[in-house]
């Protein structure tokens, strides 16, 4: 199914405040309306990456995503969302983290690829499961597997030596 201009406005009526939310995990409130504008902007720019394998609502949470992914690395708050999250990562039992492992998961968050960002996003923040994610990414559920356990491995690696 191709998406038409026309197509796009449609969206935009039906599925802004569901866009609103999906900002808001990543933008502050002030922030959010500007950036569901920027996202569809973007959608206008994109209209020939779309692919038919994804409804255009999947299509529009990936581009949203990653849309908030690209800002947040480029204010240097990617630290502060992956601060907020940490634990999660490295710690099962859910502790609290001590602050030289927050500082070293702070680091490994600023230092990992887009692609494991963003399965690191959906799964540890969004809480979606390998099917979920690779439906969003276009890829198998076991490459979502493998994502979160390199993600796994470098926050173990970035917390050796922390109490």
């Known amino acids: 199914m191709q998406v038409s201009q026309p197509e796009v406005a ?3 009526a039906e599925h802004a405040g569901r866009v609103h939310r999906w900002v808001r995990r990543f933008e502050p409130a002030g922030d959010a309306t500007e950036v569901v504008h920027e996202v569809f902007v973007k959608v206008l720019e994109r209209l020939a990456d779309f692919r038919a394998d994804a409804s ?3 299509w529009l949470y990936r581009v949203t995503t990653n849309h908030c992914l690209n800002r947040l690395r480029d204010r240097g ?3 502060q969302l992956w601060q907020q999250h ?3 990562l490295w710690q099962a039992d859910s502790a609290a983290a001590d602050q030289e492992t927050v500082a070293s998961l702070t680091e490994l968050w600023g230092n ?3 692609e494991l960002a963003e ?5 540890f923040i969004d809480g979606m499961t390998h099917a ?3 439906r969003i990414v276009g890829c198998s559920e076991r490459t979502v597997g493998n994502r979160i356990e390199r993600i796994r491995k470098a926050a173990e690696a970035a917390t050796k030596g922390a109490p």
């Open 10 to 12: 449609r969206l935009y």
């Open 56 to 58: 255009p609502t999947t």
């Open 77 to 79: 708050r990617r630290a």
């Open 86 to 88: 940490a634990a999660a």
């Open 112 to 114: 990992l690829d887009d």
């Open 119 to 123: 399965t690191g996003i959906y799964y």
């Open 132 to 134: 979920e994610i690779a």
